[in-house]
């Protein structure tokens, strides 16, 4: 079983993913959309801590 971390990672393409893994449409676009939701939430979290900073 593989850990969040290492998910999080492979959706970042920070580290590659598994070649033995099969790959499908529907699977593509759900790592698609967790990307976008990671990136979404990191950004959020920088613009809080600058709000929480700087006022």
Do not use: C, P
């Amino acid at each position: 079983m593989k850990s969040i971390w290492n998910q999080v990672l492979q959706y970042l393409f920070i580290r590659k993913r598994d070649k033995s893994e099969q790959l499908n449409t529907n699977t593509k676009l759900m790592h698609g959309m967790n990307r976008i939701s990671i990136l979404m939430f990191l950004i959020a979290i920088l613009v809080m801590l600058y709000r929480l900073i700087f006022r």
